[in-house]
């Protein structure tokens, strides 16, 4: 009887160990790996990933907080590649290899303006207490910074 019931729970735990985290869409979990397999999922702010139009192509792609040991950044999964765009996170963007962010959401896209550079879709805020804002975007080619606030 023991045997059976050890057997049972080896079963149930191999089972749940290996299966995927039901929070992470399948498409995320495998640009994720593409982009670069030692990244981790960083929970550290909730929502932890934006989904949005981040390049304009009408299809939703997906922007999920990472980290690669102490270093913090973004991985942008477009529906248009199964690449990932690593941002920070040991790789520099805009100089900066950490993205020690404190808060971020998704920013609707608008005319460009004052401050506002032209949106192909929805751009990502990041802010950084209360010590500066900007906009991450996609320019038509690659992931660029628009600085909002210092």
């Not at 057997?7 to 039901?22: H, K, Y």
């Not at 520099?92 to 004052?114: C, H, I, M, V």
Request: glycine share 10%; proline share 5%.
């Amino acid at each position: 009887m023991l045997t059976r019931f050890a057997l049972a729970l080896t079963t149930v735990l191999t089972c749940v160990l290996s299966a995927a985290d039901p929070h992470i869409p399948d498409r995320v979990a495998a640009c994720l790996k593409s982009a670069d397999p030692g990244l981790q999922i960083d929970f550290r702010l909730n929502p932890f990933y934006l989904r949005a139009d981040f390049d304009g192509d009408g299809k939703s792609d997906y922007a999920v907080l990472v980290k690669k040991g102490k270093e913090r950044g973004i991985v942008v999964c477009r529906a248009a590649t199964p690449k990932g765009a690593v941002l920070g996170a040991g790789v520099a963007f805009n100089e900066w290899r950490d993205l020690d962010f404190t808060s971020w959401a998704a920013y609707e896209k608008r005319p460009a303006g004052r401050g506002v550079p032209k949106l192909f879709g929805e751009a990502i805020w990041l802010e950084w207490g209360e010590s500066g804002s900007g906009l991450v975007y996609w320019n038509g080619s690659r992931f660029a910074w628009q600085q909002q606030g210092d």
